[in-house]
């Protein structure tokens, strides 16, 4: 299963868009991207999933270039309650479901 | 519709001891997997049930075992705990016949004294 890296933290100010980049150079042709949020003492939360191109919903985008090598997660206008981890996953449809998470990157959202 | 429920949310045991976490899945899903998180870390797969069997498992010593119900809910349980168990254990659930995302529980926060 391919290995993600992405920042581990990021700052910003409320009203801001937020841009998250995972890389993840050993994607296999049949792996989706897929985003999950949590927050403290709660399990993660199913963001946003694609598999090329962009991807968008009622709460964010996915950016994913053509060779899929890396991924960005786009939230626009953050609010204070945006503060959470966010992780990144790349894997088979159904077999992502054994994946390890990573560490996630840490956004901290600022009055 | 309910989501996915864990039981109990909070829980102390001491070294040694011995342990039963409870996770019913989301209505319609019929896999559950569970994951153990350490304070500042990202979770950790254990294992997975399918059709009241494991189908996948991670690096997790024997100490851990579980079991899916004919209901699709499962139990995880944990041996001879150890200080390093202590953790938020969150259980997902899924349908495996479909590209279906996971939807995880709120955890149980496992504390060993």
């Known amino acids: 299963l391919a290995k993600t890296t992405q920042p581990i933290s990021m700052d910003s100010y409320e009203g801001q868009e937020v841009n998250i980049t995972c890389s993840h150079n050993n994607i296999a042709t049949n792996d989706y991207i897929t985003w999950y949020q949590q927050f403290p003492s709660q399990g993660p939360r199913f963001i946003i999933q694609g598999y090329k191109t962009k991807v968008t919903n009622e709460v964010a985008s996915l950016f994913i270039p053509a060779d899929r090598k890396s991924s960005t997660l786009s939230l626009p206008r953050v609010s204070l309650s945006d503060t959470a981890v966010y992780y990144c996953l790349v894997g088979d449809s159904g077999g992502y479901q054994k994946v390890t998470f990573g560490i996630g990157t840490k956004l901290q959202v600022i009055p | 519709d309910a989501g996915v429920t864990q039981s109990p949310t909070h829980l102390i045991k001491t070294r040694g001891q011995q342990v039963t976490l409870r996770c019913s899945p989301k209505?319609?899903?019929?896999?559950v997997s569970w994951y153990q998180q350490a304070l500042g870390q990202g979770p950790q797969f254990i294992f997975q049930?399918?059709?009241?069997?494991?189908?996948q498992r991670g690096n997790f010593p024997d100490r851990f075992s579980g079991h899916q119900f004919p209901n699709y809910s499962s139990e995880l349980n944990v041996n001879a705990l150890l200080l390093g168990d202590s953790a938020l254990y969150l259980c997902?659930?899924?349908?495996?016949?479909?590209?279906?995302?996971?939807?995880f529980g709120s955890g149980t926060q496992l504390s060993v004294l």
């Open positions: 997902a659930s899924s349908l495996t016949a479909t590209n279906e995302k996971l939807f």
């Open positions: 049930y399918y059709e009241e069997e494991e189908r």
């Open positions: 209505s319609g899903h019929d896999t």
